[in-house]
């Protein structure tokens, strides 16, 4: 058995994009909470590339929406601190953080066939976008419209610019939504399973945009996935969640080479690209435990082929295990 | 897109035909010749029998019908009796009246009903909701000639505020320009007259209006509902608009398309709704021409009232389906693409 | 099967006012003691709620006759003859619908047609033609307002038709049989005949108002029966001398057909309920 290092210190909130402490999100239905989201931690850095990968029912989405706070409070509660630069999206007033979405912080969603209005063209979508945050003439929105639209790699703005969302393929609505993202030039883009629904030749396309922008604007990244394979050859750092809690977290190849985790583990063997020939194709046994029936300890404990009774018993916390590596777990892999 | 346009009102034809068919059809089986059904009963034999060529009354029924035919589009639609007049002067005299009524009770109804609705439909589940929900019932379960009774009740009878009938008050008149007294009456710069009609046109049209308020209202709130779970709702929060924005430039105009077909589907009942108001108030329009050409059994005129309301309807059908034409631009790219 | 809310304010306003026309109607002989018919020119014109009334709860009319005997006999006819009109158009539409779309082809186009003519006419200018045409019976009013009644029951047993046979097609060889009288009993019959009775509560209500306006328009029952309609159209010639004669057969189509809107309502509500808005 190893010792457990003590966690690192967080950076300094001032170089920081988004950062979470301690988050805790509950979803509301008239009197009634449930918690979803547990103890969440992170901290993302100017143009860092970001991935918080999860099953589904892990929350991820739920951190997605409660950053920019696309659900009244009536609907979710934030604990914690979560701040987004230097507002505490907790505690915001409606109106900041009206200020802040599409402003500060954009986000890119799922289904980009559904996520457009059908009855307005490219080009008033994202043009609604400035005029919601700025003053800009006609004549300068319109231009950077057309700039937005070859960002996002369209070779014949002015022809696509006048279309409307059903003469355009998925991927190309996507594109759309991403220039929609960037239009005020943020510091941070959600991006919430925004390949999900596409296919893979696109999918990758996608990817090397939103890399593309990061690169020229030093745009921070948020990338919401299920998908460990997608994110290893763009993400900075991954975050690993199960069951509303971060299981692991560090540098995307290391976690990914070596997870210390025995989820992370289990799931990378999951994936069919890791199969070697003649392998069985593995996958984890047991169920994800439902919202309301968490329990203190590792919520992975019982699917774990690591487990000791003491995983369950108290909250664990995060560890490091490797340099710049942490994972939440008392037996960590080495 | 005029190609469009074209098409599209030449297949109401098909449907025109059916229907002249079929009153055809009613005339031919109803008790007795069409002869002397369609005459005065002390017609002379000369008379009948002159009917008779005519009409063509011994000739096979096909034969008949295409003579018929070709009288519509002829706008021959026979001889009022009791007018001695022809139908379709009687009724072009009226029609402005009645389309003025209608015009005005539809837009009444939908600039209460469509707020209305938009505020029910934001205020779901709540009290809001509830107290508009039970408005709307009642405004569509009350008659609209019990409700025109009870506001003459109030406010001509018991008030004194409004006239209780016509169009216009003895000694009143309007240069027809348009026959619609509330344009003609401003064309001309007769502020008077204007505020004469107007009293005179309110309560006929708050109590058409007060049939449709109710339908109106209950399809804007469940248009809105529909479309606020859409996904791009969501777009538009993270570009950070507010929720008024959202609504009127994103709720709105998507749920206009729902909501113009329900007000489409109504269009028959406020055809109906009309010769009721205009009887109750005395509305020189086409609907107290049918009232009285049923009592009196003028039955040429009936006849032709019943095309011409029909006729319009059918044309109005095809008028909204041009409407979603130009409001949705899907609808236009799948006309493109079914004609490649 | 969905959960029958019946505590759901609709359901119980709707029952309640739907219930007391229906108790007025049918036991009204026993709470009045005068006769509809009966006229008596001394007591003409008498006031509702008022003591002087010599016992009419509702008033009398220009002739004296008690306005409450009156209402009790409009109830009826209203009743019965939107029930027997909601009847014939259910059965009839739903038995042309059915047969039009398992026939299919030609004969399904050109029953499709008729509806189509059928339903090109405004409402009540088809009953009015009719009425004007045939003569005003009691058999040519029923029929004048089935006319265009049985076109949604059509509409829903033909699609309803339509969809069984394409499962035919596409199974498998040995489900068939034995198996296509089970589908109808389990899938299309439920959902036909609650489809049905939902439209047929609203039809009711429509039956009512339209039998009512034709009344109103001198178009309906023969004036000797008392209807709510006719009654409507005698009182507003008092109306201002006598607001009782207007008011109170208006109010009686205004509670029954609030009652079946809202008992309409709460029946569609339990099979179709809706979600929540994605606004902030």
């Not at chain 3, 229906?22 to 018919?37: E, K, N, R």
Request: charged share 15%; glycine share 8%; aromatic share 8%.
């Amino acid at each position: 058995m190893s010792e457990s290092k003590p966690a690192p210190q967080p950076p300094a909130s001032r170089d920081l994009v988004a950062e979470g402490r301690g988050v805790g999100i509950f979803l509301r239905r008239g009197a009634d909470e449930l918690k979803v989201v547990d103890n969440f931690d992170f901290a993302i850095g100017r143009g860092e590339f970001f991935a918080l990968v999860g099953e589904s029912g892990s929350g991820k989405t739920i951190i997605a929406r409660a950053l920019m706070r696309l659900l009244p409070p009536t609907r979710m509660r934030i604990a914690g601190s979560l701040r987004l630069g230097d507002t505490d999206v907790a505690k915001a007033e409606e109106k900041t953080m009206r200020r802040l979405r599409g402003q500060r912080v954009s986000m890119i969603f799922q289904e980009p066939m559904t996520s457009l209005n059908p009855i307005m063209t490219v080009e008033d979508q994202i043009d609604e976008a400035m005029r919601v945050h700025g003053t800009a003439s006609k004549a300068e929105r319109a231009a950077r419209i057309s700039q937005l639209l070859s960002d996002v790699l369209f070779r014949n703005p002015d022809q696509v610019r006048r279309m409307y969302p059903h003469e355009l393929s998925g991927g190309m609505r996507q594109r759309v939504m991403i220039a929609i993202a960037l239009a005020n030039d943020p510091t941070l883009l959600i991006a919430d399973e925004p390949t999900t629904a596409l296919d893979v030749t696109i999918q990758h396309e996608i990817m090397e945009i939103l890399v593309g922008l990061r690169n020229r604007y030093s745009l921070s990244v948020l990338f919401i996935s299920h998908d460990l394979a997608l994110v290893h050859s763009y993400a900075d750092t991954v975050a690993v969640l199960y069951g509303g809690t971060l299981m692991e977290r560090g540098p995307t190849r290391q976690v990914i080479h070596a997870p210390t985790h025995p989820y992370t583990a289990a799931l990378l063997a999951c994936m069919p690209q890791r199969r070697l020939p003649g392998q069985r194709q593995t996958a984890i046994e047991g169920n994800v435990p439902p919202v309301t029936e968490w329990f203190q300890g590792c919520r992975f404990a019982p699917r774990c082929p690591r487990r000791q009774p003491v995983c369950t018993e108290a909250a664990i916390p995060m560890v490091a295990t490797r340099e710049q590596q942490e994972a939440r777990c008392l037996f960590p892999l080495t | 897109m005029l190609k469009n346009i074209a098409w599209r009102l030449l297949g109401a034809i098909p449907v025109l035909l059916l229907v002249m068919f079929g009153v055809f059809v009613l005339v031919n089986l109803a008790p007795g010749d069409a002869a002397t059904l369609l005459l005065p009963e002390d017609a002379t034999p000369e008379q009948v029998a002159s009917f008779r060529a005519a009409w063509g009354l011994d000739q096979p029924l096909l034969v008949q019908f295409w003579r018929f035919l070709v009288r519509i589009v002829h706008l021959d639609l026979g001889t009022s009796l009791r007018y001695q007049d022809s139908v379709g002067h009687l009724i072009a005299m009226r029609l402005p009246a009645t389309l003025e009524l209608a015009l005005v009770s539809l837009a009444l109804a939908v600039a209460v009903g469509v707020p209305v609705g938009t505020y029910a439909a934001l205020k779901k589940g709540k009290l809001g909701d509830g107290v508009v929900s039970i408005f709307a019932v009642a405004g569509v379960s009350a008659p609209s000639f019990w409700t025109g009774i009870l506001l003459v009740l109030l406010f001509s009878a018991t008030l004194n505020l409004l006239p209780s009938g016509s169009r216009l008050p003895f000694g009143v008149s309007v240069t027809p320009t348009t026959g619609f007294y509330l344009v003609d009456t401003l064309i001309h710069g007769d502020f008077d007259s204007f505020r004469i009609a107007v009293r005179h046109i309110v309560l006929p049209a708050v109590t058409l209006a007060f049939s449709m308020v109710g339908i109106i209202a209950r399809i804007t709130r469940s248009a809105i509902v529909d479309v606020g779970q859409e996904e791009f709702v969501y777009t538009a929060v993270a570009k950070g608009l507010s929720r008024g924005q959202i609504v009127r430039r994103h709720l709105l105009p998507n749920a206009a398309i729902p909501i113009s077909t329900i007000v489409g589907l109504e269009l028959g009942s406020l055809i109906s709704g009309t010769i009721i108001v205009e009887v109750i108030f005395s509305w020189p329009g086409v609907g107290t021409l049918l009232y009285q050409s049923v009592t009196v059994r003028d039955t040429q005129l009936t006849i032709g009232v019943v095309l011409v309301y029909t006729s319009m309807f059918i044309v109005l059908n095809v008028l909204i389906d041009l409407f979603y034409y130009l409001v949705d631009p899907r609808m236009r790219s799948s006309y493109a693409k079914a004609r490649a | 099967m969905t959960r029958w809310r019946f505590r759901d304010p609709k359901f119980v306003i709707g029952v309640l006012c739907v219930g007391l026309i229906v108790v007025m109607a049918a036991f009204g002989d026993f709470l009045s003691p005068f006769d509809a018919q009966r006229q008596n020119l001394m007591d003409a014109m008498l006031p509702p709620f008022d003591v002087e009334s010599a016992g009419h709860i509702f008033g009398t009319d220009q002739l004296g006759r008690d306005v409450f005997a009156r209402m009790v006999s409009g109830a009826r006819v209203s009743l019965l003859i939107a029930a027997v009109v909601v009847l014939i158009s259910g059965v009839a539409g739903v038995c042309i619908g059915a047969v039009s779309g398992y026939l299919g082809g030609v004969r399904d186009l050109f029953i499709q047609k008729i509806v189509e003519t059928f339903w090109a006419f405004p409402a009540i200018l088809l009953a009015i033609a009719i009425l004007a045409l045939f003569g005003q019976t009691l058999q040519n009013l029923i029929l004048a307002l089935t006319l265009q009644r049985w076109i949604p029951y059509a509409r829903l047993a033909r699609a309803q038709t339509l969809s069984l046979r394409s499962r035919e097609f596409v199974s498998a060889s040995k489900i068939l049989g034995g198996s296509t009288t089970w589908i109808l009993r389990r899938h299309i019959l439920p959902n036909l005949v609650a489809s049905s009775i939902i439209i047929a509560t609203f039809s009711m209500a429509t039956a009512i108002i339209a039998e009512a306006s034709l009344s109103f328009l001198g178009l309906g029952v023969p004036p000797s029966i008392p209807t709510w309609g006719g009654m409507l159209a005698e009182g507003r010639s008092y109306v201002t001398s006598a607001w009782w004669l207007a008011v109170f057969p208006g109010l009686g189509i205004f509670v029954t057909v609030l009652g079946l809107n809202l008992l309409g309502d709460w029946l569609r509500d339990q099979f179709d309920p809706k979600e929540d808005l994605n606004l902030v």
